[in-house]
């Protein structure tokens, strides 16, 4: 699938408070993970987990990507099953 391809509607997007200073802290923006996440790169999840997106885009589940930032800091990336909103977290703020 194409980078620039969405698989899935993100709804509204937001973010924690958690999150919004780890990428501050790094100077990175979200965009890149946003993209990567809509366009079916789930990241660093666990094979069950991969599995359990790619079901979800057929069955509307919710979908889980998880990427490390620069520094190491692990982020979420969570779009809700209904499709209404998509929530950029990192894992203990879930």
Do not use: K
């Amino acid at each position: 699938m194409s980078p620039n391809q969405r698989t899935f509607s993100l709804g509204r997007v937001v973010a924690t408070p958690g999150a919004l200073q780890a990428f501050a802290h790094t100077e990175e923006n979200y965009l890149p993970y946003l993209a990567r996440h809509v366009s079916g790169d789930w990241g660093e999840v666990c094979p069950d987990d991969a599995q359990a997106n790619d079901e979800a885009l057929a069955d509307g589940a919710r979908v889980l990507s998880a990427y490390s930032l620069r520094d190491g800091t692990r982020l979420w990336i969570v779009t809700a099953a209904d499709r209404s909103s998509t929530c950029i977290l990192l894992p203990e703020e879930y």
